[in-house]
T-cell receptor
Framework: AQSVTQLGSHVSVSEGALVLLRCNYSSSVPPYLFWYVQYPNQGLQLLLKYTTGATLVKGINGFEAEFKKSETSFHLTKPSAHMSDAAEYFCAVTLNAGNNRKLIWGLGTSLAVNP | NAGVTQTPKFQVLKTGQSMTLQCAQD?????MSWYRQDPGMGLRLIHY???????DQGEVPNGYNVSRSTTEDFPLRLLSAAPSQTSVYFC????????????????FGNGTRLTVT
C-alpha cells in the first residue's frame, strides 16, 4: 500500500538555523508531491508542490523542497528559520486512482523555533 | 475573497444529538471534501464530492452523511454524535478532483472544533 512517512513528529530549531523536515513516500508510479503548512487554529495552506519538470521546487516564505526519485523523498528545507515558521507541516502525495483523487497524507511534523 | 468558509468554529454536543457542519466555497471548485484531524492521526478523509449531485465515501465515513446540491455548498451531517467524533473538522476544495488533474492544491477552511460529551 502507498504511504507517506514524515520522520520526526516534532522538530526544534533555533532562529536563524537550517530547517529540514523529512518526507518519504512509497509508490510504484511517479507521484505528485505537496507540502502544506498549518498555523495554530487555522486550516492548511499550500507551501509548494512538485508535479513534473525541475526537481527543486520553491515555495512561499522561503521554503523549498527537492524531489529525489531514487530516494523516494521530498524533504522540505529553509536556510534560516524565523519565529513565524513555527507551525505544523504536512507532506502529501497524490496518486492516480482511476477517476478519483487519492491523496495520502503524512502524520505531520510540528516545528518549534527557539529564540 | 472568502475562499472556504466553515461554520460554526466551535460546537459542543451531547451524545446522541445531531448537527450539520456547514462549508461553502466561492471559487467555483468542483471538488470538495471533509477531513477530520486528530492528534497523532493526521488528516483522515470522511467524504468527498467531485461535483454537484456526486458524493462518495472516504476512509472514515461511518456516522457522517453529506450531500452536494450546489457547487458552492457541502454540508457534513452528524446523525447521532458520539464521543469518538470529538475532533477538528476541515472542509477543503480544489479546482478539480477528477481524472487527469491531480495537481490542483486543496484550499482549506479554518476548521470546526467539535466536542461530544
Amino acid at each position: 500500500a502507498q504511504s507517506v512517512t514524515q520522520l520526526g513528529s516534532h522538530v526544534s530549531v533555533s532562529e536563524g538555523a537550517l530547517v529540514l523536515l523529512r518526507c518519504n513516500y512509497s509508490s510504484s508510479v511517479p507521484p505528485y508531491l505537496f507540502w502544506y503548512v498549518q498555523y495554530p487554529n487555522q486550516g492548511l495552506q499550500l507551501l509548494l508542490k512538485y508535479t513534473t519538470g525541475a526537481t527543486l521546487v520553491k515555495g512561499i516564505n522561503g521554503f523549498e523542497a527537492e524531489f529525489k526519485k531514487s530516494e523516494t523523498s521530498f524533504h522540505l528545507t529553509k536556510p534560516s528559520a524565523h519565529m513565524s515558521d513555527a507551525a505544523e507541516y504536512f507532506c502529501a502525495v497524490t496518486l492516480n486512482a482511476g477517476n478519483n483523487r487519492k491523496l495520502i497524507w503524512g502524520l505531520g511534523t510540528s516545528l518549534a523555533v527557539n529564540p | 475573497n472568502a475562499g472556504v468558509t466553515q461554520t460554526p468554529k466551535f460546537q459542543v454536543l451531547k451524545t446522541g444529538q445531531s448537527m450539520t457542519l456547514q462549508c461553502a466555497q466561492d471559487m467555483n471548485h468542483e471538488y470538495m471534501s471533509w477531513y477530520r484531524q486528530d492528534p497523532g492521526m493526521g488528516l483522515r478523509l470522511i467524504h468527498y464530492s467531485v461535483g454537484a449531485g456526486i458524493t462518495d465515501q472516504g476512509e472514515v465515513p461511518n456516522g457522517y452523511n453529506v450531500s452536494r446540491s450546489t457547487t458552492e455548498d457541502f454540508p457534513l451531517r452528524l446523525l447521532s454524535a458520539a464521543p469518538s467524533q470529538t475532533s477538528v473538522y476541515f472542509c477543503a476544495s480544489s479546482y478539480s478532483g477528477g481524472a487527469g488533474d491531480y495537481n490542483s492544491p486543496l484550499h482549506f477552511g479554518n476548521g470546526t472544533r467539535l466536542t461530544v460529551t
